[in-house]
């Protein structure tokens, strides 16, 4: 394996021609984006456009048919990299929050960051109560999942995944799940990462969130971007009909 030479001046995320077929079924079609340090990119779309998909290839839960991904100038898709050793900078939120439902809220935090970073048992949840207190949910350590709502299990996720140090976050539509009085709770602490400098890619439905927060709106259809800019002028004045009708359906 190769051992991988972080670049901190490229892009924390480079996509270059990224294709994905599941059998005969092309999901992405050619995929080109850049996700700069500290920026947040929100990509949206209608389901089916290929945007989990991106997502999952970006930290190699699916291995793309072709093209090239780079995080930190490091090329993942080149078989003799280290993949872990680079995935262990990428924090990953699903929108089914995949906690283990036999843990305290304090094991799920604590039990990865022992087994990967090798922690020390006091060192794990002394970095665990930290991220727990960020997310808000500071006295509910020794809760477990079933005991929470669906938003305060999302930001447990969250902590879970900042307990691991990551450089840059992914979340695949992380409030798709909840219901509405709890979406806020999540998109506050994500809006709070936001304002910290953490680099975040967004699938994601919340049109607010993408204007107020994001960097850089990405629209895909049917495998392809079809527009990316500035979020208010991708919503306000989008170029391309595709996007028009998509937009006039979702704002």
């Known amino acids: 394996m190769t051992e991988p030479q972080l670049d901190r001046d490229a892009p924390a995320i480079h996509v270059a021609d990224l294709h994905k077929s599941f059998g005969d079924h092309e999901v992405l079609r050619g995929i080109d984006v850049d996700v700069a ?48 050793r680079v995935r262990s900078r990428i924090g990953m ?34 970095v665990a109560r930290g991220n727990l207190a960020k997310v808000g949910l500071a006295d509910r350590e020794d809760a477990y999942p079933a005991h929470l709502s669906g938003g305060q299990q999302q930001r447990v996720a969250i902590a879970r995944a900042l307990s691991m140090d990551p ?3 992914l979340f695949d539509e992380p409030t798709s799940a909840l219901d509405p009085e709890l979406v806020g709770d999540v998109l506050a602490v994500m809006k709070a990462l936001a304002a910290e400098g953490m680099t975040m890619m967004v699938v994601t439905h919340e049109m607010g969130f993408a ?8 629209f895909m259809d049917d495998g392809f971007i079809v527009e990316e800019g500035e979020p208010r002028t991708v919503l306000d004045d989008p170029q391309h009909e595709r996007t028009r009708t998509f937009l006039s359906k979702v704002l």
């Open 37 to 84: 340090n500290g920026q947040v990119v929100c990509v949206v779309g209608p389901s089916g456009s290929g945007k989990s998909t991106l997502l999952r290839c970006v930290n190699l839960l699916e291995q793309p048919t072709s093209g090239k991904i780079f995080v930190e100038g490091i090329e993942i898709t080149d078989p003799d990299v280290d993949v872990d």
């Open 93 to 126: 939120v699903f929108q089914q929050f995949n906690l283990f439902p036999h843990l305290s809220v304090l094991r799920n935090l604590t039990i990865a960051q022992r087994r990967v970073k090798g922690r020390s048992k006091d060192e794990a949840a002394e």
């Open 167 to 169: 450089d840059m976050m």
């Open 211 to 218: 204007r107020e927060v994001g960097n850089k709106l990405v």
